[in-house]
């Protein structure tokens, strides 16, 4: 079973910040926040990660709450390119990722 | 770096029929992954492994086998190929469980 939820779509406008949200309340202290992304028909890219700081690097931000319990994904100006599905995935270092179906970005001009 | 390659890109299978799907990676990473996509749903591990000589069973395995032979090769075999298996097919590696996974381009394969 899926540890996260996420919304099924979201619509973000061309140059706008997207906040993709992820719930996963049952996340464990040894467990981390994990972000992917898959453009239609490619396989998915690795995005970001975190533990319980804020983390940032090129590609975008990952808020994660104090109590963990849920994240908030940025794409500080989104682009049609990053049009994807965006997976938010928690697992230890001691077990393989899960991908559950993610959220369906769309990004309209 | 080639990255993560996968060998075919599309196959065509009648039901019964075997097959081998190769994954290669040139980042001397430890672990690897073979994931099957089934259309509108998420990725779901089939095999993975740890290590040159290791393999382990992942959330589907029913069906694949897997060998990991060499560091850098990780076979997909299906023996007896049926319709269900039509998926595209997905293999990653990464430097450790939970790192950063690199993934292959997928291989489209039907069963007819």
């Known amino acids: 079973d899926a540890k996260t939820t996420q919304p099924t779509s979201m619509d973000c406008a061309e140059g706008r910040a997207a906040n993709l949200p992820c719930n996963h309340s049952?996340?464990?202290?040894?467990?981390?926040v994990y972000w992917y992304r898959q453009i239609h028909s490619q396989g998915p890219q690795y995005i970001i990660h975190?533990?319980?700081n804020n983390e940032t690097n090129e590609m975008a931000s990952l808020i994660i709450t104090e109590d963990r319990k849920s994240s908030t994904l940025i794409l500080p100006h989104a682009t049609l390119r990053d049009t994807a599905v965006y997976y938010c995935i928690v697992a230890s270092g001691n077990t393989p990722l899960v991908f559950g179906k993610g959220t369906r970005l769309s990004v309209i001009a | 770096n080639a990255g993560v390659t996968q060998t075919p890109k599309f196959r065509v299978l009648k039901t019964g029929q075997s097959m081998t799907l190769l994954c290669a990676q040139d980042m001397n990473h430890e672990y690897m992954y073979w994931y099957r996509q089934d259309p509108g749903m998420g990725l779901r591990l089939i095999h993975y492994?740890?290590?040159?000589?290791?393999?382990a069973k992942g959330e589907v395995p029913d069906g694949y086998n897997v060998s990991r032979l060499k560091k850098q090769n990780f076979l997909l075999g299906l023996e007896s190929a049926a319709p269900s298996q039509t998926s595209v097919y997905f293999c990653a590696s990464s430097p450790n469980t939970g790192y950063e996974q690199y993934f292959g381009p997928g291989t489209r394969l039907t069963v007819t």
């Open positions: 492994s740890v290590g040159e000589g290791t393999t």
């Open positions: 049952t996340i464990s202290g040894n467990e981390y």
């Open positions: 975190g533990l319980k």
